[in-house]
Nanobody, 120 residues
């Protein structure tokens, strides 16, 4: 059973930074495609950033609205996936979720989410 636990959310002023971390157990982050998603009130959950498995090249992907500001990274030793968020904007306010999916599998797992609030 894969479990994902997010941490690092909080309240920050516009222009500030936060670093989210997703700790995985039951599976290695290095063999899965890992993603950070967010859901703002009244909106659909959207993909923010993803990183493919090492065997798939570890490619990263970002939604246009965060390119140049957010960075996804993986720490294989700690079995975590982090999201460094810089130059935060009020529109980044959302609950951020971590997702894990094995390559070629239809099964995926979600964390419980962590709230990020950016004040103007």
């Amino acid at each position: 059973q894969v479990q994902l636990v997010e941490s690092g959310g909080g309240l920050v002023q516009a222009g500030g930074s936060l670093r989210l971390s997703c700790a995985a157990s039951g599976s290695s982050v290095s063999i899965n495609t890992m993603g950070w998603y967010r859901q703002a009130p009244g909106k659909q959950r959207e993909l923010v950033a993803s990183i493919s498995s090492i065997s798939s090249g570890g490619r990263t992907n970002y939604v246009d609205s965060v390119k140049g500001r957010f960075t996804i990274s993986r720490d294989n030793a700690k079995n975590t996936v982090d999201l460094q968020m810089n130059s935060l904007k009020p529109e980044d306010t959302a609950v951020y979720y971590c997702k894990s999916q094995a390559p070629g599998s239809f099964s995926f797992y979600w964390g419980q989410g962590t709230q990020v609030t950016v004040s103007s």
